[in-house]
Structures are given as structure tokens and as C-alpha cells.
């Protein structure tokens, strides 16, 4: 599990056990307005890592760079014009 299901699991419990009636989605709710408690963020908070782009998808990127430049529609920008 990550550290924020561990976090969410730990609230969950602390108020579950005192109110039976307590549910996990406002356990979710309190660990939202809590999360500064759990300490340094990672990658189940959200942050993440970048991406590498494959060659095919630069290459692609470049091509239509280089054709807006010359001033040459792409096939999307024909379609869209119509």
C-alpha cells in the first residue's frame, strides 16, 4: 500500500472505532485536510515523475513544427476547417 492508504486506513480506524457510524469517505475527506501530518510528499500525493517521449513522438512533433513553419496544413487542420 502507499503511504497514503496507510494514512487514510490510520484515520479511518481512529475515528471508526470511537464513532461506528463513520464512513471511509469522510476518512478521505479528513486525510485531505490532514495530509501535512503525513510528512514529505511522493508519488502517491501526486507528484510525478517526468516522462521520456518515445523517438517516434519527437520525430512526429518535429515533423509538425517544421510544417507549420513552411506554412503546410496538417491532415487535423483540413478536417477542421471543413
Known sequence: MTAWNDFVAK???EKHDKDSTY???QAL???SA???EMGTPNLAMGVKKPTK???KARKSMKKGIMNMIAGKMTRRRRRMRR
Open 11 to 13: 484515520i479511518y480506524h
Open 23 to 25: 464512513t471511509f469517505k
Open 29 to 31: 475527506k479528513d486525510a
Open 34 to 36: 490532514r495530509k501535512k
Open 53 to 55: 517521449k518515445s523517438r
